[in-house]
């Protein structure tokens, strides 16, 4: 079982930067694929990134590429979500999820557990 908090969200202008975090309960995080999603109103939930349980292997959205970087530090049970050049159309919630398998790391089905959500809003 593994239970993950975020943290980090707000309100920013566009351009601007957040680094939101996720923090996990339990001793087996640092065996568990991590990615971060987000979901708009009125809009399905959508793939932003994924890291791997070592850390060692990264994949992202093509709207993120090159703006977002996810991390993670196993020592302290969190992985982070660095969002730089933030756009308008970047507003959503984000939610932190938890992979044991690393099969359909872009699925939001492919993931075992989640969080509650942070609220990211960016303003022009």
């Known amino acids: 079982q593994v239970q993950l908090v975020e943290s980090g969200g707000g309100l920013v202008q566009a351009g601007g930067s957040l680094r939101l975090s996720c923090a996990a309960s339990g001793r087996t995080f640092s065996t568990y694929g991590m990615g971060w999603f987000r979901q708009a109103p009125g809009k399905e939930r959508e793939f932003v990134a994924r890291?791997?349980?070592?850390?060692?292997?990264?994949y992202y959205a093509d709207s993120v590429k090159g703006r977002f970087t996810i991390s993670r530090d196993n020592a302290e049970n969190t992985v982070y979500l660095q969002m730089n050049s933030l756009r308008v159309e970047d507003t959503a919630v984000y939610y932190c999820?938890?992979?044991?398998?690393?099969?359909?790391?872009?699925?939001?089905?492919?993931?075992?557990?989640w969080g509650q959500g942070t609220q990211v809003t960016v303003s022009s």
């Open positions: 890291i791997s349980w070592s850390g060692g292997s990264t």
């Open positions: 999820a938890a992979q044991k398998d690393p099969f359909r790391v872009s699925d939001s089905q492919g993931y075992d557990y």
